[in-house]
């Protein structure tokens, strides 16, 4: 008969968890290695920029990469999500990682043909002409996706998906004056019998932006897609950072801050209604006119679809503007946002 201690069943030893260091050991750091991402480049390069990114953000974006991440930034309009994609591919252009970089905006009728590519007829006859994403591999150019999800990913990317998480593919196509057909095959993989590859350099990454306000309206991202990515949140500055930020002439645009309690805006947009509204006073305009002017240029168009919060754009608007403006506030605000606003 088994004794107590044979019956009861042993538990396995629990892990102790140390707790976690507030700030890095400096003596610890691991030094780079030499083809890995410039992060002191990209570092120099949004310094000379002169946009405002939270401090650990161009690390973050380093450990996705060299981790063999593609990346997704995520974040409000205006914080500069896009820039800082096109600053990435130049600094690791200049790391010979990859040839420089391709970019588009997605949009809701990709298929296929769009990413991968599609046969055309030509004075030859029918050709292969490829998409964005294998025009994108085999020139060596990393390629970036403004509003990814604009796009319905699951049919636009097809095949895509498997490359992505590093198998190889075969295409329904060849080249011109070939019968063999195309695969692409990811740096590791195994080439297809029977194909001619277009071989995806280890370094080669998709970068992609994507504006949070758009999730529950545009193509949603499937769950297989989100495993292939890292997402990076850009995030927009406080208004302290904001005030710094925009300074000199049109600065008065910084009236406008208080947009950012009903919907998270990003400096871009303020510094381009910035620009805007120092060149309409050159023009003679008043500053309430320019700033008007500026907000329906520039501002209104982000409040669009925004639902009982809209009531109180005007609210929050009114006190800083003159008696005419203010009036026109008004008629454009309910213009765009409907007869209740």
Request: charged letters at 25%; proline letters at 8%.
């Amino acid at each position: 008969m088994p004794t107590r201690a044979q019956r009861t069943p042993q538990r396995a030893p629990q892990r102790r968890r140390r707790p976690l260091a507030a700030t890095p050991a400096p003596a610890r750091r691991r030094e780079r290695e030499p083809d890995g991402f410039p992060v002191e480049r990209l570092e120099a390069a949004v310094e000379r920029s002169g946009l405002a990114y939270p401090e650990h953000l161009v690390g973050t974006l380093g450990a996705a990469i060299d981790s063999g991440k593609h990346v997704v930034f995520t974040g409000p309009p205006g914080t500069g999500k896009t820039t800082l994609a096109y600053m990435a591919a130049e600094a690791a252009g200049k790391q010979m990682l990859c040839s420089g970089y391709l970019p588009t905006t997605a949009t809701s009728g990709w298929t296929t043909a769009e990413t991968i590519g599609s046969l055309v007829t030509t004075r030859e006859g029918m050709v292969f002409r490829p998409g964005l994403f294998v025009d994108a591999m085999q020139t060596g150019r990393w390629l970036i996706i403004d509003e990814i999800n604009r796009a319905d990913l699951d049919l636009s990317f097809g095949p895509l998906f498997t490359v992505l998480s590093g198998s190889a593919v075969v295409l329904p196509f060849a080249r011109p004056g070939h019968t063999t057909p195309l695969s692409i095959v990811p740096s590791g993989a195994d080439t297809p019998d029977g194909t001619e590859p277009i071989q995806v350099p280890q370094s080669w990454r998709l970068l992609a932006t994507m504006n949070l306000f758009d999730k529950d309206t545009l193509h949603r991202l499937s769950y297989a897609l989100m495993r292939r990515f890292a997402f990076i949140e850009v995030p927009s500055p406080d208004d302290g950072a904001m005030q710094e930020l925009i300074q000199g002439p049109g600065d008065f645009v910084l009236e406008l801050l208080d947009l950012r309690k009903l919907r998270d805006l990003g400096p871009a947009i303020f510094l381009d209604a910035q620009r805007f509204a120092a060149r309409r006073v050159d023009d003679g305009v008043s500053e309430s006119r320019a700033l008007l002017e500026a907000f329906y240029s520039f501002f209104l168009p982000q409040f669009d679809g925004l639902s009982e919060e809209g009531s109180h754009l005007f609210d929050e608007l009114s006190r800083v503007f003159a008696v005419r403006e203010r009036d026109e506030l008004r008629r454009a605000i309910r213009t765009v946002l409907g007869p209740g606003r």
